[in-house]
Protein backbone atom coordinates (compact mmCIF):
# COMPACT_ATOMS: atom_id res chain seq x y z
CA UNK A 1 0.00 0.00 0.00
CA UNK A 2 0.57 3.62 -0.18
CA UNK A 3 0.39 6.61 1.50
CA UNK A 4 0.64 10.24 -0.35
CA UNK A 5 2.71 8.50 -2.58
CA UNK A 6 5.41 7.14 -0.25
CA UNK A 7 5.25 3.57 -0.60
CA UNK A 8 5.03 1.59 2.63
CA UNK A 9 6.80 -0.77 3.70
CA UNK A 10 6.55 -4.28 6.00
CA UNK A 11 8.32 -3.88 9.51
CA UNK A 12 11.43 -6.08 9.76
CA UNK A 13 10.78 -8.56 12.55
CA UNK A 14 12.73 -7.70 15.53
CA UNK A 15 15.48 -10.27 17.07
CA UNK A 16 14.74 -11.99 20.50
CA UNK A 17 17.54 -9.55 21.65
CA UNK A 18 16.00 -6.30 19.69
CA UNK A 19 13.00 -7.20 22.16
CA UNK A 20 15.00 -7.74 24.88
CA UNK A 21 16.58 -3.95 24.78
CA UNK A 22 13.07 -2.17 24.36
CA UNK A 23 11.71 -4.36 27.49
CA UNK A 24 14.91 -3.77 29.45
CA UNK A 25 14.74 0.54 28.19
CA UNK A 26 10.58 0.33 29.33
CA UNK A 27 11.60 -1.33 32.72
CA UNK A 28 14.16 1.88 33.43
CA UNK A 29 12.32 4.24 31.85
CA UNK A 30 9.11 3.20 34.58
CA UNK A 31 11.82 3.64 37.33
CA UNK A 32 13.19 6.83 36.55
CA UNK A 33 9.55 7.96 36.06
CA UNK A 34 8.59 6.39 39.69
CA UNK A 35 12.18 7.89 41.34
CA UNK A 36 11.26 11.49 39.74
CA UNK A 37 7.45 11.34 41.29
CA UNK A 38 8.10 10.20 44.83
CA UNK A 39 11.33 12.96 44.86
CA UNK A 40 8.89 15.67 43.85
CA UNK A 41 6.05 14.35 45.84
CA UNK A 42 8.48 14.85 49.23
CA UNK A 43 9.65 18.41 47.81
CA UNK A 44 12.91 17.06 47.37
CA UNK A 45 13.83 20.07 44.44
CA UNK A 46 17.55 19.37 44.22
CA UNK A 47 19.75 19.07 40.94
CA UNK A 48 19.59 15.66 41.30
CA UNK A 49 15.44 15.40 41.10
CA UNK A 50 16.37 18.04 37.64
CA UNK A 51 18.51 16.22 36.55
CA UNK A 52 15.96 12.50 36.72
CA UNK A 53 13.42 15.44 35.10
CA UNK A 54 15.71 15.80 32.28
CA UNK A 55 16.52 12.44 31.73
CA UNK A 56 12.59 11.78 31.13
CA UNK A 57 12.24 14.30 29.53
CA UNK A 58 14.70 13.34 26.57
CA UNK A 59 13.01 10.23 26.33
CA UNK A 60 10.04 11.58 26.23
CA UNK A 61 8.39 14.89 25.94
CA UNK A 62 5.14 14.66 25.57
CA UNK A 63 5.19 13.90 29.10
CA UNK A 64 3.44 17.53 30.01
CA UNK A 65 2.96 16.38 33.90
CA UNK A 66 6.99 16.41 34.06
CA UNK A 67 6.86 19.97 32.44
CA UNK A 68 5.07 20.53 35.89
CA UNK A 69 7.62 18.78 37.57
CA UNK A 70 10.09 20.65 36.03
CA UNK A 71 7.91 24.19 37.04
CA UNK A 72 8.06 23.07 40.63
CA UNK A 73 11.84 22.35 40.90
CA UNK A 74 12.71 25.62 39.42
CA UNK A 75 10.12 27.99 41.36
CA UNK A 76 12.09 26.51 44.39
CA UNK A 77 16.00 27.44 43.25
CA UNK A 78 14.40 31.16 41.80
CA UNK A 79 13.02 31.34 45.40
CA UNK A 80 16.38 30.16 46.55
CA UNK A 81 18.38 32.61 44.41
CA UNK A 82 16.08 35.48 46.17
CA UNK A 83 17.58 34.90 49.53
CA UNK A 84 20.72 36.63 48.59
CA UNK A 85 21.36 40.28 47.57
CA UNK A 86 19.66 41.59 45.06
CA UNK A 87 22.90 41.45 42.31
CA UNK A 88 23.63 38.14 43.05
CA UNK A 89 19.61 36.90 43.13
CA UNK A 90 19.62 39.31 39.67
CA UNK A 91 22.74 36.70 38.24
CA UNK A 92 21.66 33.60 39.51
CA UNK A 93 18.30 33.02 38.56
CA UNK A 94 19.17 35.13 34.91
CA UNK A 95 21.81 31.47 34.58
CA UNK A 96 19.17 29.24 35.89
CA UNK A 97 16.79 30.47 32.90
CA UNK A 98 19.66 30.55 30.35
CA UNK A 99 20.47 26.83 31.46
CA UNK A 100 17.38 25.36 30.93
CA UNK A 101 16.55 27.60 27.58
CA UNK A 102 20.02 26.00 26.46
CA UNK A 103 18.75 21.98 27.52
CA UNK A 104 15.69 23.00 25.78
CA UNK A 105 17.71 23.39 22.13
CA UNK A 106 18.12 19.42 21.31
CA UNK A 107 14.82 18.88 22.22
CA UNK A 108 13.31 21.33 20.27
CA UNK A 109 15.80 20.35 17.58
CA UNK A 110 13.91 16.58 17.51
CA UNK A 111 10.77 17.54 18.15
CA UNK A 112 9.82 21.05 16.77
CA UNK A 113 6.52 20.39 16.74
CA UNK A 114 5.82 19.32 20.57
CA UNK A 115 3.60 21.77 21.97
CA UNK A 116 4.87 21.04 25.55
CA UNK A 117 8.19 22.27 24.92
CA UNK A 118 7.29 25.48 23.14
CA UNK A 119 5.26 25.87 26.05
CA UNK A 120 7.50 25.48 28.59
CA UNK A 121 9.85 27.77 26.89
CA UNK A 122 7.54 30.84 27.29
CA UNK A 123 6.71 29.79 30.91
CA UNK A 124 10.89 30.54 31.34
CA UNK A 125 10.68 33.65 29.43
CA UNK A 126 7.78 34.87 31.17
CA UNK A 127 9.70 34.04 34.40
CA UNK A 128 12.67 36.15 32.78
CA UNK A 129 9.70 39.26 32.40
CA UNK A 130 8.82 38.89 36.35
CA UNK A 131 11.66 38.31 38.12
CA UNK A 132 14.63 40.42 35.99
CA UNK A 133 15.45 43.76 35.09
CA UNK A 134 13.85 45.01 32.07
CA UNK A 135 17.14 45.58 29.99
CA UNK A 136 18.34 42.06 31.12
CA UNK A 137 14.56 40.62 30.27
CA UNK A 138 14.53 41.89 27.09
CA UNK A 139 17.62 40.54 26.16
CA UNK A 140 16.37 37.33 26.71
CA UNK A 141 12.77 37.96 24.36
CA UNK A 142 15.21 39.50 21.81
CA UNK A 143 17.55 36.39 21.46
CA UNK A 144 14.70 34.43 21.26
CA UNK A 145 13.26 36.41 18.35
CA UNK A 146 16.76 35.18 16.42
CA UNK A 147 15.96 31.66 17.46
CA UNK A 148 12.95 31.22 16.14
CA UNK A 149 14.07 32.76 13.18
CA UNK A 150 16.89 30.15 12.73
CA UNK A 151 14.33 27.58 13.40
CA UNK A 152 12.14 29.27 10.93
CA UNK A 153 14.46 29.12 7.93
CA UNK A 154 15.50 25.09 8.52
CA UNK A 155 11.27 24.63 8.68
CA UNK A 156 9.70 27.42 7.16
CA UNK A 157 6.00 25.85 7.38
CA UNK A 158 6.21 25.07 11.10
CA UNK A 159 3.24 26.50 12.44
CA UNK A 160 4.17 26.01 15.93
CA UNK A 161 6.88 28.42 15.12
CA UNK A 162 5.29 31.00 13.18
CA UNK A 163 2.62 31.12 16.24
CA UNK A 164 5.64 31.21 18.91
CA UNK A 165 7.02 34.16 16.62
CA UNK A 166 3.87 36.11 16.63
CA UNK A 167 3.77 35.63 20.88
CA UNK A 168 7.49 36.66 21.16
CA UNK A 169 6.84 39.51 19.08
CA UNK A 170 3.93 40.49 20.42
CA UNK A 171 5.93 40.63 24.43
CA UNK A 172 8.89 42.80 22.76
CA UNK A 173 6.36 45.53 21.53
CA UNK A 174 5.07 45.36 25.47
CA UNK A 175 8.61 45.37 26.51
CA UNK A 176 10.15 48.55 24.07
CA UNK A 177 8.78 52.01 23.39
CA UNK A 178 5.93 52.75 21.02
CA UNK A 179 9.00 54.09 18.39
CA UNK A 180 10.13 50.33 18.55
CA UNK A 181 6.88 48.47 18.55
CA UNK A 182 5.89 50.47 15.26
CA UNK A 183 9.09 49.63 13.78
CA UNK A 184 9.00 45.82 14.78
CA UNK A 185 6.02 45.81 12.43
CA UNK A 186 7.55 46.69 9.80
CA UNK A 187 10.46 44.50 10.19
CA UNK A 188 8.40 41.91 10.57
CA UNK A 189 5.93 43.15 7.44
CA UNK A 190 9.26 42.40 5.67
CA UNK A 191 10.40 39.26 7.07
CA UNK A 192 7.23 37.77 6.19
CA UNK A 193 7.94 38.95 2.63
CA UNK A 194 10.89 37.65 2.41
CA UNK A 195 10.06 34.06 3.37
CA UNK A 196 7.35 34.17 1.56
CA UNK A 197 9.68 35.01 -1.93
CA UNK A 198 11.82 32.07 -0.60
CA UNK A 199 8.36 29.38 -0.69
CA UNK A 200 5.81 30.83 -2.11
CA UNK A 201 3.48 27.87 -0.62
CA UNK A 202 4.20 29.02 2.74
CA UNK A 203 0.80 29.28 3.80
CA UNK A 204 1.93 30.30 7.77
CA UNK A 205 3.53 33.38 5.79
CA UNK A 206 1.03 34.32 3.81
CA UNK A 207 -1.17 34.40 7.09
CA UNK A 208 0.96 35.87 9.27
CA UNK A 209 1.19 39.22 6.72
CA UNK A 210 -2.57 40.07 6.57
CA UNK A 211 -2.08 40.23 10.38
CA UNK A 212 0.79 42.60 9.79
CA UNK A 213 -0.69 44.32 7.16
CA UNK A 214 -3.66 45.72 8.99
CA UNK A 215 -1.61 46.22 12.32
CA UNK A 216 0.79 48.41 10.18
CA UNK A 217 -1.72 50.50 9.06
CA UNK A 218 -3.17 51.42 12.15
CA UNK A 219 0.42 51.86 13.52
CA UNK A 220 0.84 54.57 10.77
CA UNK A 221 -2.41 55.77 11.14
CA UNK A 222 -3.02 55.07 7.20
CA UNK A 223 -4.85 57.57 5.06
CA UNK A 224 -7.62 56.39 2.25
CA UNK A 225 -5.08 56.93 -0.28
CA UNK A 226 -2.46 54.79 1.60
CA UNK A 227 -4.13 52.02 2.22
CA UNK A 228 -5.68 51.84 -1.47
CA UNK A 229 -1.91 51.67 -2.51
CA UNK A 230 -1.57 48.47 -0.09
CA UNK A 231 -4.30 47.34 -1.48
CA UNK A 232 -2.93 47.34 -5.06
CA UNK A 233 0.83 46.16 -3.78
CA UNK A 234 -0.79 43.21 -2.40
CA UNK A 235 -3.03 42.76 -5.73
CA UNK A 236 -0.16 42.91 -7.71
CA UNK A 237 2.01 40.55 -5.20
CA UNK A 238 -0.11 37.49 -5.43
CA UNK A 239 -0.55 38.15 -8.89
CA UNK A 240 3.00 37.81 -9.69
CA UNK A 241 2.75 34.61 -6.90
CA UNK A 242 0.00 32.92 -9.05
CA UNK A 243 2.53 32.28 -11.96
CA UNK A 244 1.20 28.81 -10.42
CA UNK A 245 -2.08 28.11 -10.13
CA UNK A 246 -2.04 24.77 -8.95
CA UNK A 247 -1.13 26.18 -5.30
CA UNK A 248 -4.11 26.36 -3.16
CA UNK A 249 -1.99 28.69 -0.16
CA UNK A 250 -1.84 31.15 -3.13
CA UNK A 251 -5.66 31.02 -3.52
CA UNK A 252 -6.54 31.34 0.30
CA UNK A 253 -4.37 34.09 0.40
CA UNK A 254 -6.27 36.04 -2.63
CA UNK A 255 -9.78 34.96 -1.11
CA UNK A 256 -8.57 36.96 1.98
CA UNK A 257 -7.71 39.53 -0.11
CA UNK A 258 -11.25 39.53 -1.80
CA UNK A 259 -13.01 40.69 1.13
CA UNK A 260 -11.80 43.94 0.87
CA UNK A 261 -14.84 44.25 -1.69
CA UNK A 262 -17.33 41.99 0.48
CA UNK A 263 -19.59 45.31 2.06
CA UNK A 264 -20.34 42.83 5.19
CA UNK A 265 -16.82 42.91 6.33
CA UNK A 266 -15.21 45.29 4.17
CA UNK A 267 -14.75 47.49 7.38
CA UNK A 268 -12.58 44.99 8.92
CA UNK A 269 -9.97 45.44 5.87
CA UNK A 270 -7.06 47.22 4.93
CA UNK A 271 -9.23 49.66 2.66
CA UNK A 272 -12.59 49.94 4.50
CA UNK A 273 -14.04 53.02 2.99
CA UNK A 274 -13.58 52.33 -1.15
CA UNK A 275 -16.68 53.44 -3.04
CA UNK A 276 -18.70 50.78 -4.25
CA UNK A 277 -18.04 52.12 -8.04
CA UNK A 278 -14.36 51.25 -6.94
CA UNK A 279 -14.88 48.06 -5.52
CA UNK A 280 -17.19 46.62 -8.94
CA UNK A 281 -14.16 48.30 -10.60
CA UNK A 282 -11.40 46.11 -9.07
CA UNK A 283 -13.29 43.29 -9.14
CA UNK A 284 -13.89 43.48 -12.35
CA UNK A 285 -10.18 43.56 -13.43
CA UNK A 286 -9.66 41.23 -11.00
CA UNK A 287 -11.80 38.78 -12.93
CA UNK A 288 -10.31 39.76 -16.35
CA UNK A 289 -6.58 38.86 -14.82
CA UNK A 290 -7.70 35.33 -13.55
CA UNK A 291 -9.56 34.59 -17.00
CA UNK A 292 -6.12 34.91 -18.06
CA UNK A 293 -4.88 32.63 -16.00
CA UNK A 294 -6.82 30.10 -17.76
CA UNK A 295 -4.76 30.12 -21.01
CA UNK A 296 -2.46 26.74 -20.47
CA UNK A 297 -4.53 25.90 -16.88
CA UNK A 298 -7.55 24.80 -17.97
CA UNK A 299 -7.81 21.47 -15.99
CA UNK A 300 -7.18 23.97 -12.73
CA UNK A 301 -10.41 23.84 -10.38
CA UNK A 302 -9.37 26.93 -8.54
CA UNK A 303 -9.27 29.45 -11.40
CA UNK A 304 -12.89 28.58 -11.90
CA UNK A 305 -13.64 28.47 -8.10
CA UNK A 306 -12.38 32.18 -7.62
CA UNK A 307 -13.99 33.16 -11.01
CA UNK A 308 -17.08 31.99 -9.33
CA UNK A 309 -16.22 33.86 -6.00
CA UNK A 310 -15.38 37.18 -7.51
CA UNK A 311 -18.49 37.44 -9.98
CA UNK A 312 -20.95 37.00 -6.85
CA UNK A 313 -19.06 39.53 -5.19
CA UNK A 314 -20.14 41.85 -7.88
CA UNK A 315 -23.50 41.13 -7.07
CA UNK A 316 -23.70 41.69 -4.12
CA UNK A 317 -21.45 44.95 -4.36
CA UNK A 318 -24.05 45.50 -7.15
CA UNK A 319 -27.22 44.68 -5.63
CA UNK A 320 -28.22 41.94 -7.99
CA UNK A 321 -27.10 39.32 -10.21
CA UNK A 322 -27.04 39.96 -14.24
CA UNK A 323 -28.18 37.87 -16.73
CA UNK A 324 -24.76 37.70 -18.51
CA UNK A 325 -22.63 36.98 -14.96
CA UNK A 326 -25.36 34.08 -13.75
CA UNK A 327 -24.72 32.67 -17.45
CA UNK A 328 -20.87 32.68 -16.39
CA UNK A 329 -21.18 31.32 -13.37
CA UNK A 330 -23.05 27.95 -14.82
CA UNK A 331 -20.67 27.43 -17.07
CA UNK A 332 -17.69 27.84 -14.83
CA UNK A 333 -19.42 25.34 -12.91
CA UNK A 334 -19.90 22.82 -15.93
CA UNK A 335 -16.31 22.82 -16.25
CA UNK A 336 -16.29 22.13 -12.35
CA UNK A 337 -18.58 19.68 -12.11
CA UNK A 338 -16.23 17.79 -14.69
CA UNK A 339 -12.56 18.71 -13.19
CA UNK A 340 -13.83 18.00 -9.66
CA UNK A 341 -16.37 14.82 -9.92
CA UNK A 342 -15.75 13.78 -6.03
CA UNK A 343 -17.51 17.04 -5.44
CA UNK A 344 -20.22 17.04 -8.03
CA UNK A 345 -22.99 17.18 -5.70
CA UNK A 346 -21.71 20.22 -3.88
CA UNK A 347 -21.29 21.84 -7.38
CA UNK A 348 -25.27 21.00 -8.51
CA UNK A 349 -26.17 22.15 -4.68
CA UNK A 350 -24.46 25.54 -5.32
CA UNK A 351 -26.31 26.11 -8.72
CA UNK A 352 -29.30 25.72 -7.33
CA UNK A 353 -28.86 28.25 -4.62
CA UNK A 354 -27.81 31.00 -7.69
CA UNK A 355 -30.97 33.87 -8.03
CA UNK A 356 -32.76 33.58 -10.99
Known sequence: ?????????????????Q??????????YKSLE?????????????DETLQGISDLLSRNPEYYTV???????????????????????????????????????????SFPKCYWIWNYRLWLLDEARRL??????????????VLVGKMLTLDSRNFHGWGYRRLVVETLKQLGTPTESASMTQKEFEYAKKMIGANLSNFSAWHYRTKLILRLLEEQSASDDERRKM???????????????????????????????????????MAPNLSTSERLQYLRNEIEAIQEMLDGAEDCKYIYQALIECTLLVSKVAGSLSTDDRAQILSWLSELKQLDPLRKERWLDFEKTLPV
Open 67 to 109: WNYRRQVLRHQFSNAGDSDEEDSTKKIAELIKNDLVFLMPLLR
Open 19 to 28: RQQELQKIDE
Open 231 to 269: LEDELTLIHQALIDPYDQSLWFYHQNLMCVFDPAVASRT
Open 34 to 46: RQVSEKVAQQEYT
Open 1 to 17: MASHGVRRFKPVEKTPE
Open 132 to 145: LPLAMSRQFWQEEL
